[in-house]
């Protein structure tokens, strides 16, 4: 079946250090990809997605590329702040109403 | 209006209790969803409704039963529940055109169970 594996965390770093999430998949067809954070407390908020290969989603200074030969969607930013601390959940989704999320990728920053 | 609203944000019951979760939209969105949410796990899906129909319910205990009165709206109502239902309620809405899948996901804040 479809499936999501995102990298173990946490992942510790300091202000301003580049950040790299790794995230890929597995499905049959060719699945909507995307990136929701959840903030301690709170929902989950969409961060940015991509519905086919090589598009780029971005937002708030994240990227991620729909790379199709990798099976991958990689979440980057340049510089993280102390506010980016949060989990951050890769999922994908196909030609059902679910939403396939991998475990979830805690992000720690320090100043 | 863009987003998803929930209530009540936290609730605490008892294993006897009657009580339900409401979860509203209002941006023409066809497609509502409940998950549940343990601690340091990802959302697990319960419950969807399209075009207020209950299209997927994944095996999900009686004690929870779904209830989509219109297109804006989605209950839970929760009966003689266990203390290991004690999560995060999400409800999330999508953009949904027959026969169109594909679209995000947006959730709302959640509601905190407690269960006695």
């Known amino acids: 079946g479809d499936s999501v594996t995102q990298m173990e965390g946490p992942v510790t770093l300091s202000e301003e250090a580049f950040l790299t999430i790794n995230c890929t998949y597995t499905?049959?067809?060719?699945?909507?990809l995307f990136w929701y954070v959840q903030y301690p407390g709170e929902g989950l908020q969409l961060l940015l997605k991509?519905?086919?290969?090589?598009d780029k989603g971005s937002n708030k200074g994240f990227e991620a590329t729909y790379r199709k030969e990798t099976t991958s969607f990689h979440l980057e930013k340049g510089s993280v702040q102390v506010s980016d601390s949060a989990v951050y959940f890769c999922?994908?989704?196909?030609?059902?109403?679910?939403?396939?999320f991998g475990t979830g990728t805690r992000l720690q920053v320090f100043p | 209006d863009t987003e998803v609203t929930q209530t009540p944000k936290h609730l605490v019951m008892g294993m006897t209790n009657k009580k339900s979760l409401k979860c509203e939209q209002h941006?023409?969105?066809?497609?509502m969803y409940w998950y549940k949410q343990k601690a340091k796990k990802p959302p697990e899906l319960m419950f969807v409704?399209?075009?207020?129909?209950?299209?997927i319910n994944e095996s999900v205990p009686s004690r929870f039963s779904p209830e989509c009165p219109n297109s804006s709206l989605l209950n839970l109502h929760l009966h003689a529940l266990q203390p290991e239902d004690s999560a995060l309620y999400l409800c999330?809405?999508?953009?949904?055109?027959?026969?169109?899948?594909?679209?995000?996901?947006?959730f709302g804040p959640g509601t905190r169970l407690t269960v006695l």
């Open positions: 941006m023409g969105h066809r497609a």
């Open positions: 409704y399209s075009y207020e129909k209950l299209s």
């Open positions: 999330a809405s999508s953009h949904r055109l027959a026969g169109e899948w594909g679209n995000e996901q947006f």
């Open positions: 991509a519905t086919k290969a090589d």
């Open positions: 999922a994908l989704t196909t030609n059902t109403d679910k939403l396939i």
């Open positions: 499905a049959t067809g060719y699945p909507s």
